[in-house]
């Protein structure tokens, strides 16, 4: 049976979208990409809440092959962010490619025909030849069950499902947790808010951020020199590159990091009590190290406390610490995090051999063939798939490394005019123990407690090493790594019909 699209993309956040782009740069245009939410932008559509921006600065934090002369700032909000992600589909002509409100249930290969039957949750199917998941690491908050959370008379909710029907002016608000996305949001709502009650169970390390507006001179020249928007996105580029080296095992320069992040509480935080409470007591970069400017000065505004307590309990109003403090509160925010191990996101995927991608992954997480092929799920992509995260540099750099590789994957596939290509499960698990050997003895795993591990420890999500490695490794699909299926007559003629 012909397929109805030869690709089929899931999700239509950067991932989804940047692979739409490069899948039509290629000449490859009968694709689709399903969305299961109302709109595009994936989590800078999802994360609304006050002062929501990326730590990766936008020159660099945007596509190779869309680049944008208008960012307003270095560090973009995340309107900006979005906007420019709207403007992609317009100008790359994909609005007509993503069918919005449709989430998917089910992706079942089939095996004679080399192809993908994809169901919706509302019960329709498609086939492809391939598909391609964009489905994000961080989207399924994770919120912990506290005793007494039912009995909460206030307002409650994830920071990634922010409440913008609900005004936090003159409130008393208490923010359990202290990671990247509370450290945005507390000085903007320190501001306006009758108290802030922060709950810290452990402190994270917080750098600089260099901010600053992109004067409209900048931007105009941008705009008439397109080709200068390369200098500033390389060198942001190369500096993260050599800064990360500090966490990739060069004691030097690790240190350097830590005592410029010393130093930036020295800086910004006179009273010793203090200071001792937001520095952290384990190594910088363990877990992922955040930037602000305004953070510890909004710990220090009069309205705001910082109790260095986990939340143990909730009772009616109250909200009790687990050394016994106890805030009376209107509003309860949960900036705990996301669960960055469920890469399929509740899609049920079968594979070869009635295999479910679950039952594969649940002995020992998470693997696959430089974080995008599954040995037994053949024509099927995972992008930002394990061990591809970072902590010193854009994911958009390992995303756009990601659409290299399936492309080449694409070009062997139709060269040999295969059925299709199964990565080779020796190779697959040589890959992943090479990767976690190599994480055995960097700074993450030095015993911090961090979403970059499962609960054993075992580093699922992080890519051990410079970007520019794992750029090579994703150049070109080798064949030998593949077993590679050749179309029998049968299928041949079954796949033209
Ligand atoms: P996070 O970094 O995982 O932080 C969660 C916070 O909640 C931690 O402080 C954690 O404490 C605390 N926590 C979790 N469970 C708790 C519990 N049961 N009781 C008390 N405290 C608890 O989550 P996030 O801030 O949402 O950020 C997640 C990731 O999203 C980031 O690492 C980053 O990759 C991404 N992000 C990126 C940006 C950006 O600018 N690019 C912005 C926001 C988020 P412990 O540290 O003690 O576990």
Known sequence: MAVD????IIGAGFSGLGAAIRLQQSGRSDFIVFEKANQIGGTWRDNVYPGCACDVPSHLYSFSFAQNPNWSRVFSRQPEILAYMEDCVDRFHLRDKIRL??????????????????????????????????LGPLNVPKIPRIEGQDSFTGVQFHTAK?????????????????????????PEIAKKVKQLFIFQRSPPWVGPRPDAAVNSVIQGLFRRLPFLLWLPRTLIYRY????????????????????????????????PNLREKVTPKYQIGCKRILLSEDYYPALQLPNVELITEAVTTIEGNTIVGAEGTRREIDTLIYATGF???????????????????SDCWSAAGPEAYLGTTISGFPNLFSIIGPNTGLGHNSMIHMMESQFNYILSYLDLLEQRNALYLDVKTERQVAYNEDIQAQLAGMVWSTGCNSWYQMDD??????????TTTYRQHTRKVEAADYVIQEKDAISDALSRV
């Open 457 to 466: 420890g075992k580093n699922t999500t992080l890519w051990p090493g410079p």
């Open 101 to 134: 409100n449709t989430g998917i249930s089910a992706l079942k290969f089939q095996e004679k025909q080399g192809s993908w039957k994809v169901e919706t949750e509302s019960g329709e199917s498609f086939t492809a030849r391939t598909v391609l998941l964009g």
């Open 5 to 8: 699209f030869q690709q089929i």
């Open 162 to 186: 922010w409440c913008t029907d609900h005004d936090v002016t003159d409130k008393r608000v208490a923010i359990i947790g202290t990671g990247a996305s509370a450290v945005q949001i507390i």
């Open 339 to 357: 669960d960055a191990a469920s890469y399929e996101k509740g899609i049920n995927i079968t594979g070869l051999n009635e295999q479910s991608l």
């Open 240 to 271: 993260l590159e050599f800064r990360g080296r500090g966490l990739f095992g060069n004691p030097s320069a690790h240190q350097q990091m830590q005592k410029r992040a010393l130093r930036h509480i020295k800086e910004s935080i006179s009273d």
